[in-house]
């Protein structure tokens, strides 16, 4: 234990530990639903530090994000004040993947939410080392930090990142620390050990950051941001963003890269076995790409600003744990780089992270009530990812303190779903990212509908202001009315038509057809049929991207609804965390094991566990009727 | 809204007349799409629970004379809608019923979900719980098994084979999704079409096949057994050449026994004939024998043939204990030369109807050997296992699944419908198929993402 004289240091309803992406949504929300939170963190410039690259978005995290602006959180309204360059992606390949994705303002990112944090009404800050937290049979008492000060508390939601038990590999070289050249999490770490949690360890890298002015961009591809700005948050749409977009620039490896990669990879602790840490296939090093696809001669590298006040860039593609000197020499042979000077050294890190699936789909702990994890301590990885989390463990923590029920999405109504269910049901042995082939109803969770789908929740928890609620109901109506005059309008089979159809690349109809009937076809766009429909008003741009993809996609979207209504019927058979699964006869031994160990909170979760078969899913839906039956003739 | 299932509830081959059972909300309206009563009157609600005389019809053929029961919710088995079909005994009526209720809209019932329904519904008292339990392990660990035996061999194959085809092109399609700023090829629409036109091909190939029975093993296992040259290859020849059998070898098969099928009368044998056993210390051929052995135990009917003109050797004693104690029928060969031996010598451990004396070279036996294989099956001592007929009706109805969604895949693709969208029935191909094989896990995508491409930033 740890002599230290504490004191009382104030009484909150939710204490959150770390204040990332993950910390920052929890507490945020946590203060939104009404409850005295406090925030902390070992350092108040590390508040939703982009420690890595600096992006918010992409494929899956751009729907993450787009689902948290939607329940109220604030990822989105942040970054749409910090951008400086923004993309949506896979634009060709159908409206479920298409992905916004845009490049941060680093400080500005930091400046933008400190400031929000600041002012919000039930939200303290404070810098401080948490070192343990304080628990007395199962049930949460408060936080002790490093300087004594005791914060009693009804919840508690730890969001340590990379700090937790955090240790930096840059070669031979190896220290404690946290992200970034931050004071790491030691204590915190011993305190959770001591308590009996099981830590393990996970690993993750970031490149080097070089000087603006040290690069030749003259050989390199130029990539700018889109003409037409689109924002994540649902309250910015119709917005007009007038600056000028900051361009990123593509460049490749040489095999000079390569080859120097190749003579030192016996220095590089991930292949000399220092580093125990498991780390993520999707994000390699540069040392891992260089030896798993030896067959490439070049790889991609993005030149990308850290922000408008600084001239550090960050170099995308090439994280490395080698030693100090071979990074600069092996980033000296990448195209444009020759005479590049360094001003962050690149580097691999270490830290602590427990097994999620000792989690409820709540993100709370399923014997310790009140306790909840989010982010990078789940197994995830990624900014939004971490504030996905965040986001929903708050939500929890503060049902929990008001005495309301779980907040839980499932698989079908959003990536969170998917995120949470995939981290508590089945683990992960990597650092967990979302992709969006992770989600089975992909068709249906689109981007572009987020709102649609989770704003009436987030309302009716209290999160969601009445602007942004009365905003979604507005457009909710104006596409539904929309759809309905569609198939009123009815265009004759005339030569003028026919004429006008074959000038937009599609054939003449036969018979009298629906405007709604024509934007079916593959060719046809909404916008296309405006010449057909005179009495059309304009509506905003996100409505009739809205309308057309409802219309083009009714039939897959119609057959994944039925998917969703089977699966739904499962997820509806709840089981509690109290069930004794040792009563269930004729359960195999692994499910029995694996059961009682991960707990499901439905029919539906537990179906996904690997190991439970069909066969005891039945097993146990029998001895559920069976039970219920019981407790009837109990009454 | 809960699916409509179909099954055989009647053991299969043996008895008089089968039953077709069909539960759920829709059985009834699958259930006239297929059958005509001989009267042509509708079938109404004064029909509940009558016995309705007809033909059970695929378009314009007759597939069977049928009696049908259509049962309304809720006073039946399941509580939900119910139809029972009767139709003639043997395998082929109740396979083709069923098949066709399958095409129509059914699901093949899971093991044991009848009772399971029936439970869940409330039509069983609590008391039966235990039970319910028991029969849908049982038959669940019993179609596994089967399921299991089924597998090895070139159906696997080839649907491991096709499923890899798919799996690149769902791989290559997330991996375009998900890492779209990676330096990638981007999958093209060409590339897919070539690849889904292949897979059309092949499981339209495994379907065309199917009906022959050629990758499908519905048959009973019949193993041929002797000591070289006492005339099993004649027998076998004559055998086929009197049933004028479908004479297929299993393609990429590794093992030294040769597999035919054969048809007597409506009863289908699957025959392996053997690399013959004998205690031998080559290593070689000892895989090949305890190949031979391993297929000796999972045999429903051994013919063993022995030389009766020349004298038993320690061979022939070594067959004999191998099979004493199994289904077995004894043909002692080549009567037209000189005897060495009594058959009394085999009366010691087997019936007299299990005896019969042959020559092959003459024709001598065969249909003795046939008469007497009907009179096994017919009798009851040998059986077609349920379990297998209906592994084999799941399966191709899973190759039929597969090949109606490969199909609309190839449709969207021709009209250039986004990846996202003709990727769902992309999956749903590959989960089909992977019922067969009993493998459908999502993470298979990742790995061949991350292990093909090379991706991350």
Redesign the interface.
């Known amino acids: 234990m740890i002599e230290t004289k504490t004191y009382l240091g104030g009484k909150y309803d939710v204490v959150v530990v770390g204040a990332g992406h993950a910390g920052v949504e929890a507490a945020l929300a946590a203060s939104r639903m009404g409850l005295q939170t406090l925030i902390l963190t070992i350092s108040l410039d590390g508040i939703v530090a982009l420690s890595c690259?600096p992006n918010i978005g992409g494929?899956?995290k751009g729907h993450l994000v787009r689902e948290i602006d939607a329940l109220g959180g604030e990822m989105a309204l942040n970054i749409d004040k910090s951008f400086i360059q923004s993309r949506m992606?896979?634009l060709?390949?159908?409206?479920?993947?298409h992905?916004l994705r845009v490049q941060a303002d680093k400080k500005m990112y930091h400046t933008e939410m400190k400031k929000m944090i600041e002012d919000e009404p039930n939200l303290t800050l404070r810098q401080g080392e948490a070192i343990d937290i304080l628990f007395e049979d199962e049930a949460i008492k408060g936080v002790v930090t490093r300087t004594g000060a005791v914060y009693e508390t009804k919840a508690v939601v730890i969001a340590t990142g990379t700090y937790l038990g955090g240790r930096v590999y840059i070669g031979e070289v190896n220290y404690q620390s946290g992200p970034d050249g931050m004071f790491p999490s030691l204590l915190l770490s011993d305190s959770l050990k001591e308590k009996g949690f099981q830590l393990r360890r996970m690993k993750t890298g970031t490149p080097a950051r070089v000087h603006r002015d040290s690069i030749d961009y003259s050989v390199m591809e130029i990539q700018p941001g889109d003409d037409e700005v689109i924002p994540f948050s649902f309250l910015n749409m119709g917005k007009k963003f007038d600056f000028e977009q900051v361009p990123c620039y593509l460049t490749y490896t040489t095999e000079a890269t390569h080859e120097i990669i190749r003579q030192n990879l016996d220095r590089s602790p991930m292949f000399s076995g220092y580093i125990e840490g498991v780390g993520?296939?999707?994000?390699?090093s540069i040392e891992d790409?260089v030896v798993?696809?030896g067959d490439?001669d070049k790889?991609?590298v993005?030149i990308e600003p850290e922000g408008l006040s600084t001239k550090e860039m960050y170099v995308?593609?090439v994280s490395s744990s080698l030693p100090e000197e071979v990074q600069i020499d092996m980033y000296k042979k990448i195209i444009g780089l020759e005479n590049v000077q360094f001003m962050r050294t690149a580097y691999a890190i270490e830290y602590d992270s427990i097994n999620p699936t000792m989690l409820k789909r709540t993100l709370e702990h399923k014997s310790i009530s009140n306790l909840f994890f989010a982010g990078q301590i789940n197994g995830s990885s990624g900014y939004e990812e971490a504030a996905a989390q965040g986001l929903i463990a708050g939500i929890n923590a503060a049902q929990n303190v008001k005495g309301r029920g779980p907040f839980v999405l499932d698989r079908s109504e959003a990536y969170i779903g998917v995120l949470i269910d995939d981290l508590v049901t089945k683990g992960t042995d990597e650092p967990y990212r979302m992709?969006?082939?992770?989600a089975?109803y992909?068709?249906t969770l689109r981007q572009d509908n987020a709102d649609l789908r989770l704003t009436k929740k987030g309302h009716d928890l209290g999160l969601v202001t009445q602007e942004r609620y009365e905003k979604t109901i507005e457009k909710e109506k104006l596409i539904d009315c929309e759809l309905k005059r569609l198939k009123k309008v009815i265009i004759n089979p005339n030569a003028e038509n026919n004429r006008i159809l074959e000038g937009i690349g599609s054939t003449p109809i036969k018979n009298a057809t629906s405007l709604y009937d024509l934007i079916r076809r593959?060719e046809i766009s909404y916008d296309d049929t405006a010449v057909f429909d005179p009495d059309r008003y304009t509506l905003l741009k996100e409505i009739r991207l809205q309308v057309e993809t409802q219309i083009k996609?009714e039939g897959?979207i119609k057959?994944?609804m039925q998917q969703i209504?089977q699966f739904k019927?499962l997820e509806n058979k709840k089981l509690s965390v109290e069930f004794d699964y040792s009563r269930v006869?004729?359960l195999s031994n692994e499910a029995l094991q694996k059961l009682s160990a991960i707990k499901p909170d439905s029919v539906g979760q537990a179906s996904r566990i690997s190991g439970v078969?069909?066969?005891d899913i039945?097993?146990l839906?029998?001895?559920l009727?069976?039970r219920r039956?019981?407790g009837e003739m109990d009454e | 809204m809960s699916e409509t299932i179909a099954a055989i509830s009647t053991a299969v081959g043996e008895a008089g007349i089968g039953i077709v059972r069909m539960s759920g909300r829709e059985s009834l309206d699958i259930a006239k799409r297929i059958f005509v009563r001989t009267n042509h009157n509708e079938i109404d609600e004064k029909d509940n629970k009558r016995l309705l005389y007809g033909h059970i019809m695929d378009g314009d053929t007759i597939v069977d004379e049928v009696l049908v029961a259509f049962m309304n919710e809720p006073y039946t088995y399941t509580r939900e809608n119910m139809v029972e079909i009767y139709c003639h005994g043997g395998i082929i009526p109740v396979k083709k019923t069923l098949e066709l209720l399958l095409r129509k809209g059914a699901r093949l019932a899971d093991p044991g979900e009848f009772t399971k329904r029936a439970f869940l519904n409330g039509r069983l008292d609590l008391s039966q719980a235990e039970a319910v339990i028991d029969i849908i392990k049982s038959k669940t660990e019993k179609s596994y098994d089967v399921s299991l035996n089924q597998l090895e061999g070139s159906l696997s194959r080839e649907v491991e084979e096709i499923r890899r085809v798919l799996l690149g092109m769902i791989a290559h399609i997330e991996v375009s999704i998900d890492f779209p700023e990676d330096d990638i090829e981007e999958v093209t629409y060409d590339e897919l079409i070539r690849d889904g036109k292949q897979v059309r091909e092949r499981i339209e190939k495994l379907l065309a096949t199917s009906g022959r029975g050629k990758i499908l093993r519905d048959g009973l296992n019949t193993v041929i057994l002797g000591k070289p040259n006492v005339g099993k290859s004649s027998l076998l020849n004559a055998v086929l050449r009197e049933n004028r059998a479908i004479v297929t070898d299993v393609p990429g098969t590794t093992r030294d026994i040769i597999e035919e099928y054969v048809n007597i009368d409506g009863i289908p044998l699957r025959i392996m004939d053997t690399a013959g056993i004998r205690q031998t210390e080559d290593l070689v051929e000892k895989i090949g024998v305890d190949r031979a052995k391993e297929t000796l135990e999972k045999a429903d009917l051994i013919i063993a043939i022995f030389d009766i003109s020349r004298s038993l050797s320690e061979e022939d004693h070594h067959i004999i204990d191998l099979i004493k104690e199994k289904k077995t029928i004894v043909l002692l060969n080549k009567t037209d030369l000189p005897r060495e031996y009594d058959e009394a010598l085999f009366r010691e451990y087997f019936d007299a109807n299990q005896i019969i004396s042959t020559s092959m070279v003459k024709g001598v036996g065969i249909d003795e050997l046939e008469n007497a294989i009907r009179a096994m099956f017919y009798g009851g001592d040998i059986q077609l296992d349920s379990e297998m007929i209906i592994t084999n009706i799941r399966h191709k109805n899973q190759l039929e699944k597969a090949m109606e969604n490969i199909g609309s895949v190839l449709g969207d693709l021709s009209q250039q419908i986004p990846l996202d969208c003709l990727e769902v029935d992309l999956r749903s191909c590959w989960e089909n198929l992977g019922e067969i094989t009993g493998e459908s896990i999502t993470e298979d995508i990742l790995d061949k993402i991350f292990s093909e491409f090379c991706i991350g930033k």
Not at chain 1, 92 to 97: C, E, I, Q
Not at chain 1, 435 to 438: A, C, D, E, P, Q
């Open positions: 690259n494929t899956g992606l896979n060709s390949k159908g409206p479920a993947v992905s993520p296939r999707y994000c390699p790409k798993r696809f490439r790889h991609q993005f995308q593609g992709m969006t082939s992770r089975e992909r068709l593959p996609y897959y057959k994944q209504e019927k006869r004729g078969s069909p066969a039945n097993v839906l029998i001895y009727e069976q039956r019981n």
